[in-house]
Nanobody, 122 residues
Framework: QGQLVESGGGSVQAGGSLRLSCAAS????????MAWFRQAPGKEREGVVC????????YFLDSVKGRFTISQDNAKNTVYLQMNSLKPEDTAMYYC???????????????WGQGTQVTVSS
């Protein structure tokens, strides 16, 4: 059974940066892509960005384009989310997920990490 472990969250001031990591281990069935989702209190989980094994990326939120960058190190089986120019509205629990195709909906993703909290203060 595949496992995902996120790390790198924390508290920063607006304008700061964080880099999240998602380390994958074990066996994944039907995994073609990795994605980052986030969920703020009282809100639904939303897709942020996704990357296929071959490197193609899809950004789901216009608000993060130009500020967030997804990347992967296949040798380390790790996906990263570099977040720059953070804003208070980026505050959320960030989750890593593995699934069959890139979509902003969390439903197709069978594998999830435990989440890492990102808090941005103004």
């Amino acid at each position: 059974q595949g496992q995902l472990v996120e790390s790198g969250g924390g508290s920063v001031q607006a304008g700061g940066s964080l880099r999240l990591s998602c380390a994958a281990s074990g066996t994944f069935y039907g995994r073609s892509c990795m994605a980052w989702f986030r969920q703020a209190p009282g809100k639904e989980r939303e897709g942020v960005v996704c990357i296929y094994s071959g490197g193609a990326t899809t950004y789901f939120l216009d608000s993060v384009k130009g500020r967030f960058t997804i990347s992967q190190d296949n040798a380390k089986n790790t996906v990263y989310l570099q977040m720059n120019s953070l804003k208070p509205e980026d505050t959320a629990m960030y989750y890593c997920a593995a699934g069959p195709f890139c979509t902003s909906s969390p439903r197709p993703f069978k594998y999830w990490g435990q989440g890492t909290q990102v808090t941005v203060s103004s």
